[in-house]
Each structure stands twice: as C-alpha cells, then as structure tokens.
Nanobody, 127 residues
Framework: QSQLVESGGGAVQAGGSVRLSCTAV????????IAWFRQAPGKEREGVAC????????DIADSVKGRFTISRDGAAKTVTLEMSNVKVEDTGDYYC????????????????????WGQGTQVTVSS
C-alpha cells in the first residue's frame, strides 16, 4: 500500500489553475525528497518538479517553468504543486514520488531515483 497520496486533480480550462497535493500517510515528509512526474496517454513519464527535503531548493522542468511551482508546508505533511496558466499539453496523470534524503539539498527530475510512488491524480486541460 502506497504511503503517498495525491489529490487535487480534475478538469480545468486552459489558462486556469490547478493545485495538486502530495500527502504522506503514516510518516512525515520532512526527511524525504519529493518530486512530481506526469505521464500523458501514450507518452513517456516526465519529471515536472522536485523539492529538496529541507525545502531550500526546487527544480522545475523547462516545459512548465514559469507556470508551475512546488512547495512544502512547515509541518512537513504535504507537498504542493501549483499549476497556473495550464495548457492542453499539461493533461496527464500526475504522480508524486519520494526518496528518503541522505542529502537534504538534493532533488532530481529523474524517476529512477525515487522508490515511493503515489497512485496518481488525473489532470485534464480543455481548450
């Protein structure tokens, strides 16, 4: 059973905003590096954003840079992906993934580093 749970997906018009949340079940995220990935139907999984366990740095994919931001709350319970000015090409299944951090300043947009995955939440952007 996954201990990461995504929420907040749904249908949205192009140009609108979506807020996705990644919540830990049974543990806190304070020592965990978190990244968001997405996958459109028939397409490869794409790293979207990641945040270090100390919340001091984030990496944003070029495809969403300037539109998406990632953050984590002070209690280390939730990581949020804020999506603004969404485009049709943002449509897909969005997953959060975690890795217990040995380096609190590290994160990556490469899925191979992450061992814990949520079940995903669907985002559909309509023109």
């Amino acid at each position: 059973q996954s201990q990461l749970v995504e929420s907040g997906g749904g249908a949205v018009q192009a140009g609108g905003s979506v807020r996705l949340s990644c919540t830990a079940v049974g543990f806190t995220l304070g020592y965990t590096t978190i990244a968001w990935f997405r996958q459109a139907p028939g397409k490869e999984r794409e790293g979207v954003a990641c945040i270090t366990s100390d919340a001091e740095r984030s990496d944003i994919a070029d495809s969403v840079k300037g539109r998406f931001t990632i953050s984590r709350d002070g209690a280390a319970k939730t990581v949020t992906l804020e999506m603004s000015n969404v485009k049709v090409e943002d449509t897909g299944d969005y997953y959060c993934a975690g890795r217990i951090a040995s380096n609190h300043a590290w994160c990556s947009l490469s899925s191979r580093y992450f061992s814990d995955w949520g079940q995903g939440t669907q985002v559909t952007v309509s023109s």
